[in-house]
């Protein structure tokens, strides 16, 4: 049942007046009871029902969607009582056969309303596959119950005694006390409560009380004979005071009630299978032994093989279900997601059996070529067979493809540290082995970070993490194909990343961000053409963006921020270019997120033109890499931009990825050659070979070229020769924010004005 917090005073103490009266109802009731005070145990009886099914009512407002089964559990009380009242009536004034006989039958509609109570409770509760389930679960066991209650009746010889309607009635209502007995054991067991008996439980224990006593009363009922008994009423009011109780106690007291959902695993079918095959065995067994008759063996084996067929429905249909969620469909090994899972596991077997196991994260080498050359089918083929590797190896290594072309092993049952040197050894092999797909032979490598449980931590999301970071020091270093274990000097960078991760969860765009801005400068004049737009974080300004922006996409920060980042940047430049004067443009770096992001499209645009800003002033960063992870909507989105207005550069020419296709395919208006190029400017005479060579090539394409990241007046010398039309970096200045970059930039460039 849900719960709420009080939030009035009022509520507790009119609460509080009328449990006090129900209690005082109760103890006259009990007494006269006792004293045997005929008079007094018929008032205060329907009196004792009637608050006690008030008392649910006044609840019902406080109990949100689950107020429904409440309701209905109130409206068997007082039907309780008004069978109460009618004997009251008939006792001192009417003494009417005809109006016992509608009492008689008033006093047996409680079970259907308690049970339906929480019927619907059940189908509020319970969706789907879980619901179906446990209905068939009930079913099935109702009959086998229905059919043994029929043997009872033959010994106690019962069908002497009963006419066929009678008996037809009295089955009926007995398969459904049953059904309900069973759903009431069946919910108590799915009942996830951490201690002792709670609201809810005293609820159920009531609801499956009564009926346990009803059976016995309509028994007797039917076989003519008169069960009413003072003492037993007395238990059957207290019964529904517990149910009362339970949702009282319910309401003020912050219980949680969550239902163990099924497990459909391996071990599961195999569970079910077995338990089957034995109740088929039994009711063999009793069919030969004469125990059950033909129809009653029937009856029983039709229950018990719908219920195999309908269970193994649900299990095949939620083990495929569960496979689709933990498996990675391209290489069939498990995904990131499973990965707590097999995790967790991995700490019991390890705290049980005193061992310990490695985290191996290996992140490919020389992948992005083969999808930029040969396409994503034949980089899709060369996963797949690192896929099909590692699910050769031994079954304590288990596999997971953690991303694009990232991978996770987790290794088992060590006993020996040296052993985890051996095996990221052997799995250096696995990711060095040339791979062949047809005539094409790929050479490729992995940068393998490894972390120990519980050496480096117990907590198996910092161990991953631990094992990313060993990881990204082998990638950054000078040599990616090999290994490295975590260590103290690597805690650093992690508390770093988890620094940020927490700054990001809850950092709100406009309070906790802030722009910098980095000049661009005219080769021809050296005029302060263009600003680039930086995001930092006020709290720490020293995380540059590379750093916090592929944490910020994994907490779900990236579309506010860039939004954010756009309009903030757009305003800005609107301003400046207005009340300063100035001619400048401002560059934005798109991420692949927001190319696919239609509302972040469509709000660049829009803001564009309620600014009356020309589109040519707004130019749009994108990395190669940016375009390959996103894919052809990418490239549609990006003629739609260029079709705008706005102007296209492409990041990072001449470094690891070069793709001319996309410079046609998608209207950039200029380049911007890779800082690794320009670092080697000065010194490197293949890297001037190369710059020159990238210059005409774009000079005959008609774009313009621009060189970001220079750091000295040799690289800047040399760039302005070579004909480079725009220049960025640390020689010229660092970002800085709008007031000190309006002082250091803007005042300079309207004084050369």
Known sequence: MKTIRIKDNDYLISDLALVACLLTSYFCFFVATMLRIDAFIHIFSPLTAILTGSLIIKCLSRMGAFWIPSFVLAMGILMWAMADILTLLNTFFFNSESIYSLTSFIFLLPNYFFGGSVAIY?????????????????????????VLFKKILEHLRSFEKLQDLDLIRIYLYFFINLFIIIMIAHMTYMIASETGLKGTNTMIIGIALYIIMDIPYTYEQ?????????????????????????????????????????????????????????????????????????????????????????????????????????????????????????????????????THFAIYCIDLNNFKPINDFYGHEMGDNVLKEFGRRMLELSSDHVSFRTGGDEFMIV?????????????????????????????????????????VYPGDSKDTGTLIRYADAAMYSVKHSGHKDGYRLFDHSLIESVEKHNKLEEMLERSDPAKDFVLYYQPRISAGTGKLIGVEAFPRIKADDSFPAAQFLPIAEEVGLMNRLNIWIAETGIRQLNEWNKADGTDIYISLNLSALQLLDRDFIEHLKSLTKQLEL??????????????????????????????????????DFGGDDINLQHILDCGFSSIHISPSLIRKSDTDEAARILIHSIIALAESMKIAVSAVGIESAGQEAFLKGAGVYALQGYHYGKPEKKDEFERTFLSHSQNQQ
């Not at 059940?122 to 229905?146: A, D, M, P, V």
């Not at 695993?265 to 077995?274: I, L």
């Not at 540290?417 to 062949?436: G, H, T, V, Y």
Request: with cysteine.
């Open 122 to 146: 059940f189908i509020q509760k319970l969706k789907g596959r879980e619901l179906y389930q446990f209905l068939i679960n009930t079913f099935t066991l109702s009959i086998i119950s229905l």
């Open 614 to 651: 020309d589109a040519s002033k707004i130019h749009l960063d994108i990395s190669n890499e940016v375009i390959m992870g996103a894919g052809n909507n990418a490239k549609d989105t990006l003629k739609e931009l260029n079709s705008f207005g706005f102007q296209l550069a492409l990041n």
């Open 411 to 451: 290794k088992t049952n060590l006993t020996d540290d040296s052993r985890i040197k051996q095996d990221a050894e052997e799995l250096q092999r696995l990711f060095n082995s040339p791979i062949m797909i047809g005539t094409y032979v790929f050479h490729l490598s992995g940068s393998i970070g490894i972390s």
């Open 222 to 354: 039917a076989l003519g004979n008169h069960p009413e008994n003072i003492y037993g009423n007395l238990l059957y009011m207290l019964c529904m005071m517990l149910m009362a109780h339970g949702i009282y106690h319910q309401i003020y007291h912050k219980h949680a009630f969550v239902l163990r959902t099924f497990k459909y695993t391996d071990a599961s079918v195999k569970r079910s299978r077995m338990t089957v095959m034995i109740g088929i065995v039994v009711c063999l067994i009793l069919f030969i032994s004469r125990f059950l008759t033909s129809n009653e063996f029937f009856y029983l084996l039709i229950a018990i093989l719908g219920y195999w067929i309908m269970t193994s429905t649900f299990q095949n249909g939620a083990l495929n279900e569960q496979l689709i969620k933990q498996q990675d469909l391209l290489t069939g090994l498990y995904n990131r997601r499973y990965s707590a899972t097999v995790l967790s596991e991995a700490v019991k077997r390890a705290e049980s059996t005193n």
